[in-house]
């Protein structure tokens, strides 16, 4: 039955399609994310130059991915935001004020009011849920204010920016908080990684993962009589995910642990650490995080209701409207995710930290927006994807990265950001207006 249809859309595609010109064409890929991944790629060789090869280094890149995650994770949210033509300017302040919450209460709230000392192996749980609860309360807060009451997302969450910083302020008297608890610091740092072991398995998985994927979309459309790709495009495709997954996982083992680290690891557990002994650190437990959350937001916007109605919504918020959606409820919806992740970001951030600050966060409303307009958002609405916010934030850290590395000075970074984001954005617009969107 299955060689049947094939055979019927193969024959429909001949004669009304014409054949794949190039490689690439047979590929089917997206011309706007080859062009991410190939400003990526030119960006990181033109930095390993400068650096005299140490911007590709396992170590650099091992640091280049703990400090993407924060940013990665609000930006995953952001693209819902911008879709339905909505702006979030507060989540830098949103995070501080999380971040504070979740350090009050794992450092000072349960110790000294439900007697659980930090080490106490609910601390980090409990923490965490209280701040994605407030910064759930706080996003759908915002969202009411731009669904039901009609002010603009750019007044409020430019007002938030002021309020939830300073509201942050008042929940640590303006002081650092910490240390935290330390199971929760394995969340952002150095110190929580999968090892080389549990980072092959986790690899390898995700490599079978991808595989059953891509076959299933390809039966799923082939039972509707869709057009498929041709089978050699597809294993290529399989191939090239495949290279990446496995090469990601063996960039990240390649980097050691310092032998000084592992004779105290050994000597802690009461052992002589072996002669020749080595470790790998694996994949860290923040971007094992960015995983999940790039998972379920991409499954939410292609899989579910909610995501057809805020991309429906994006694309025109009247016809949607006149549809039956209630565009004010998906607003808060949007928003209240949004503070999640916020919230997220937040323990993520911290956690690198190991501090509660109360400049935690800051500009990072710029990197968020930033990450998603260069991952090909549109600031016009009803387009974006997850895994292109993703990819912005990388290319934004490894700017910054790559520039710190270099020796330029903080405020040029800034200025350099900044025209990054505007070039984007016309780039953004040339395309839109060559392809006719």
């Known amino acids: 039955m299955a060689d049947t249809?094939?055979?019927?859309?193969?024959?429909?595609?001949?004669?009304?399609?014409?054949?794949?010109?190039?490689?690439?064409?047979?590929?089917?890929?997206?011309?706007?994310?080859?062009?991410?991944?190939?400003a990526f790629v030119l960006l990181c060789l033109i930095f390993n130059v400068f650096t005299d090869g140490r911007f590709l280094t396992p170590r650099n890149i091992f640091n280049l991915t703990i400090q993407t995650v924060s940013v990665a994770i609000m930006?995953?949210?952001?693209?819902?935001?911008?879709?339905?033509?909505?702006?979030d300017l507060s989540v830098g302040s949103l995070l501080a004020t999380c971040?504070?919450?979740?350090?009050?209460?794992?450092?000072?709230?349960?110790?000294?009011?439900?007697?659980?000392?930090?080490?106490?192996?609910?601390?980090?749980?409990?923490?965490?849920?209280?701040?994605?609860?407030?910064?759930?309360?706080?996003?759908?807060?915002?969202?009411?204010l731009v669904g039901y009451l009609g002010i603009p997302a750019f007044i409020v969450t430019l007002g938030g920016l002021l309020v939830w910083r300073n509201v942050a302020w008042f929940i640590t008297d303006g002081q650092t908080i910490g240390p935290l608890d330390e199971t929760f610091k394995m969340i952002g740092g150095i110190?929580?990684?999968?090892?080389?072991?549990?980072?092959?398995?986790?690899?390898?998985?995700?490599?079978?993962?991808?595989?059953?994927?891509?076959?299933?979309?390809?039966?799923?459309?082939?039972?509707h009589d869709f057009p498929v790709k041709p089978l050699w495009a597809e294993c290529a495709i399989a191939g090239i995910a495949s290279a990446a997954i496995l090469g990601f996982v063996a960039i990240l083992n390649a980097y050691q642990v310092?032998?000084?680290?592992?004779?105290?690891?050994?000597?802690?557990?009461?052992?002589?650490?072996?002669?020749g002994y080595t470790a790998g650190y694996g994949l860290p437990l923040s971007v094992l995080l960015l995983i999940v959350v790039a998972v379920a937001m991409t499954v939410i916007a292609q899989r579910t209701r909610l995501g057809r109605y805020i991309f429906a919504t994006g694309g025109n918020p009247d016809a949607a409207e006149l549809s039956g959606i209630n565009t004010r409820l998906l607003t808060v919806k949007?928003?209240?995710?949004?503070?999640?992740?916020?919230?997220?970001?937040?323990?993520?951030?911290?956690?690198?930290?190991?501090?509660?600050?109360n400049d935690i966060g800051t500009l990072d409303e710029l990197r968020v927006i930033a990450a998603a307009v260069i991952g090909g958002t549109a600031l016009a609405g009803g387009v974006g994807t997850i895994y292109g916010a993703i990819l912005g934030a990388l290319i934004m850290q490894s700017l910054q990265s790559g520039m710190a590395m270099v020796g330029v000075d903080a405020p040029l970074q800034n200025i350099v950001v900044g025209a990054v984001l505007v070039a984007a954005v016309l780039i953004d617009i040339i395309y839109r207006r060559r392809v006719g969107d």
């Open 5 to 38: 249809t094939q055979t019927s859309v193969t024959g429909q595609s001949d004669a009304s399609t014409p054949k794949p010109k190039s490689f690439l064409a047979a590929l089917d890929l997206d011309l706007r994310l080859l062009g991410m991944v190939g």
């Open 99 to 144: 971040a504070a919450v979740m350090a009050v209460t794992q450092t000072q709230i349960l110790p000294g009011t439900f007697g659980l000392p930090l080490g106490h192996p609910a601390i980090w749980i409990l923490a965490i849920i209280a701040g994605v609860i407030v910064g759930a309360l706080i996003g759908a807060f915002h969202g009411w």
């Open 258 to 275: 310092p032998e000084r680290v592992l004779a105290r690891s050994f000597a802690a557990r009461g052992q002589e650490m072996p002669e």
């Open 75 to 87: 930006a995953t949210g952001m693209v819902f935001v911008i879709v339905t033509r909505h702006i």
């Open 334 to 357: 949007i928003f209240a995710i949004m503070g999640m992740l916020c919230a997220l970001a937040a323990a993520v951030a911290s956690a690198r930290l190991g501090f509660s600050t």
């Open 191 to 223: 110190g929580g990684t999968l090892g080389t072991f549990w980072s092959w398995v986790f690899g390898f998985a995700s490599v079978v993962a991808v595989l059953f994927m891509i076959w299933a979309s390809r039966r799923r459309k082939l039972s």
